[in-house]
């Protein structure tokens, strides 16, 4: 089977010096709903820029069903559509002219053009609104005319860059089961987002972006498993030379004054402390091991309370 | 490549659509700017000049007011279409799409074309309420009306390309394409300049245009048609290059 998408070291410097990606490798496979999370600043918006030839590249090598887009760019444009962050549409045009304009850019005669634009802004709860220009329309309805856009010559990769930012969460609800459809006919999404729960909610694997720097790439749900787990790190009164057994906790001996012990959030700690007690060791102090993840986690929430 | 047909001629509507859209932005004030000039420089102060080579002086003046009026439109749809679409990244509708970046230039290219076209028709038609049009040769007026309008509208975009703000978009034509076109001999012959002058207007390529329009309209011209063509097509080249590898290079609309 071929990869949907695949990214080898990928790399970015903008003009005044900017590092934006520092060598990023990614694969999304064909069928996959996939989620690329991370902070403001991570990167997202420069690596969708790249894949859909809005962004040069400084390095490295994009595949796009197969096609590398510096060897075969047009077979590599043909497969993706994109819905960016910011809106980009002629906001002086009426709505239907939108999709019909985008999907003749693709080669989409006329006639088809006509009658996909009509499906996607029905499936989209815009056709009311074919004739308004864009300008006029909602937040929200802007948002939907990129989707309905991006979908006019039927793309077998649809590039979703922070869809739902700024969308109320009814609305963002809606979108996301009209997005699930898209997926369950087969279209590849690949969508951009600091919301943990929107990649949960409707992403099977997903890769974190922070810095320019891929630092996770996995399926939801050991993504999940990782963020559901802790890592305490006791400090020992007497030293040990073998590491306790205590039922339900792994650990692992630091050095003999140290243990470290994995602990499931659910579980709590008591049950720990009468192992340890039970086992004669006695803890001087006891702290949370700092986790990567989990602080990004913590600042991409504060971002978006913010 | 019928795929790529399909989009050339959907880059060429929307153009089309723009400009015709804002009609009165874009095919009315040429026509009331030509009316003026015919009042007073063809039958007020025209009146009291002398024939030029042999033609009226409203007639001299006729071709180099319809060509000015065909290369600013060209110019000037180009310019603010394609700055236009960089302004609010619609241009990122072609950028992304699976179109080769000779063939989006020449969609925006026949786009300013088409405006020069419908102005210098309208402004013929105005022309003609005030002298007797000839056509001496039909075959150089439509040449050089075509090239000359490709050549402007190129210029239009690599202007564009550059622009970083509505006012890049208007310094070109004030303090460029307007000089030169004035000096390019629409209202005299240069041999009525001094022998320095004559040599000095030499170097200005819309002399040339405008000659080898008014030899197609009126049978006269100071320069040779034949080096006339020469460089309105060579200079035609060279911008088609530079705009193709300006769009290759996504300078000015590619990060
Ligand atoms: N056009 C640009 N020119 C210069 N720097 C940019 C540009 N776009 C983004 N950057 C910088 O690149 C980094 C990554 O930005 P971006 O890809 O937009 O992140 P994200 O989409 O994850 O928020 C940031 O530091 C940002 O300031
Ligand atoms: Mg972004």
Known sequence: ?306 | MGGQWIAFQTIVIKEIRRFMRIWVQTVVPPMVVTTLYFIIFGNLIGSQIAPVEGHSYMDYIAPGIILMSIINNAYANVVSSFYGAKFQRYVEELLIAPISDWLILTGIVVGGVARGLVVGAAVTVVAMCFTDLQLHSPLVVIAVVLLTAILFSLGGFINAIYAKSFDDISIIPTFILTPLTYLGGIFYSIEMLPPFWQQVSLFNPILYMINAFRYGLLGVSDVSLAGAFAIISATIALLFGISVWLLHRGVGVRS
């Not at chain 1, 096609?67 to 993706?80: E, S, T």
């Not at chain 1, 790439?217 to 590491?243: F, G, I, N, Y």
């Not at chain 1, 650990?251 to 340890?276: M, Y």
Request: hydrophobic fraction near 40%.
């Open chain 1, 1 to 306: 089977m071929t990869n949907a998408l695949e990214i080898s070291q990928l790399k970015k410097t903008y003009s005044h010096g900017v590092d934006a990606l520092k060598g990023i490798d990614l694969t999304v496979e064909e069928g996959d709903f996939f989620a690329l999370l991370g902070p403001n600043g991570a990167g997202k918006s420069t690596t969708i820029g790249i894949i859909t030839s809005l962004v040069n590249k400084s390095g490295g090598t994009v595949r796009v069903f197969g096609a590398d887009l510096d060897q075969q760019p047009m077979a590599a444009k043909r497969a993706i559509g994109l819905v960016p962050q910011e809106f980009n549409f002629n906001m002086f045009e009426p709505v239907e002219e939108v999709c019909i304009n985008q999907a003749g850019y693709y080669g989409v005669t006329p006639p088809v053009a006509r009658q996909r634009a009509e499906r996607y802004l029905r499936q989209l709860g815009l056709w009311e609104k074919r004739r308004t220009i864009a300008r006029a329309l909602s937040g929200g309805m802007k948002r939907r005319l990129m989707i309905a856009r991006a979908l006019v010559h039927e793309p077998c990769l649809l590039i979703l860059d922070e869809p739902t930012a700024g969308v109320d969460i009814e609305l963002r609800r809606s979108m996301w089961q009209f997005l699930r459809e898209v997926n369950s006919r087969g279209t590849t999404i690949i969508l951009t987002t600091h919301y943990l729960e929107e990649a949960e909610s409707l992403c099977r694997n997903i890769a974190i972006i922070d810095q320019g720097r891929i630092v996770e790439h996995s399926s939801m749900k050991e993504l999940l498993a990782k963020l559901h787990r802790e890592t305490l790190v006791l400090d020992l009164q007497s030293a040990l030379t073998t590491p306790p057994t205590l039922t339900g906790y792994p650990c692992r001996l630091v050095d003999p004054h140290t243990l470290e012990v994995e602990v499931e959030r659910q579980q709590g700690i008591n049950a720990l402390f009468s192992s340890l007690s039970q086992l004669g060791i006695e803890v001087t102090s006891l702290r949370n091991k700092s986790n990567r993840l989990e602080e990004l986690f913590l600042s991409m929430v504060k971002e978006v309370q913010e």
